[in-house]
C-alpha cells in the first residue's frame, strides 16, 4: 500500500486549506485511511478516518467542526478542508492507511494504521 500526500503550506490564522491524500495497492476490500497530525513536542493525534466497511467518515471529537474529510468516488482519494485555522492548528499533518477493518471511532489512533504519507506541514500563522 502505497499513500501519497499533497497541500499544506503557510496560511494566517482565520484562513483555511485542503490537503488531498491519494491511497494504493490495497489488497483487500475493506481499509481505512485516515488524518492524524502531530504538533512539535506532542504525540501524534487523530483528526478523521474513512471506513469502507460502513463508507462513513468518523471524527474525533476534538476536531469536529472546523475539519472536514471528505473522498472522491474511487473512495482511495481522501481530502482533509481545514477552515478558521488557529496557529495551534501548525502540525505536520500525516494520511495513513490500514487493511484492518476499522469502523469506530475509538480505533482512531496511530498504532492501528500501518502505511504512512510522507507527512505535509501545515504552519498557521497569527
Known amino acids: 500500500v502505497q499513500v501519497v500526500q499533497s497541500g499544506g503550506g503557510l496560511v494566517q490564522a482565520g484562513g483555511s486549506l485542503r490537503l488531498s491524500c491519494v491511497a494504493s495497492?490495497?489488497?483487500?476490500?475493506?481499509?481505512?485511511i485516515a488524518w492524524f497530525r502531530q504538533a512539535p513536542g506532542k504525540e501524534r493525534e487523530g483528526i478523521s478516518f474513512?471506513?469502507?466497511?460502513?463508507?462513513?467518515?468518523y471524527y474525533a471529537d476534538s476536531m469536529k467542526g472546523r475539519f472536514t474529510m471528505s473522498t472522491d468516488n474511487d473512495k482511495h482519494t481522501v481530502h482533509l478542508q481545514m477552515n478558521s485555522l488557529k496557529s495551534e492548528d501548525t502540525a505536520v499533518y500525516y494520511c495513513a492507511a490500514t487493511e484492518r477493518v476499522v469502523a469506530a471511532f475509538f480505533q482512531l489512533n496511530a498504532g492501528v494504521f500501518d502505511y504512512w504519507g510522507q507527512g505535509t506541514q501545515v504552519t498557521v500563522s497569527s
Open positions: 495497492g490495497f489488497g483487500v476490500d475493506e481499509y481505512a
Open positions: 474513512f471506513s469502507s466497511s460502513d463508507d462513513r467518515i
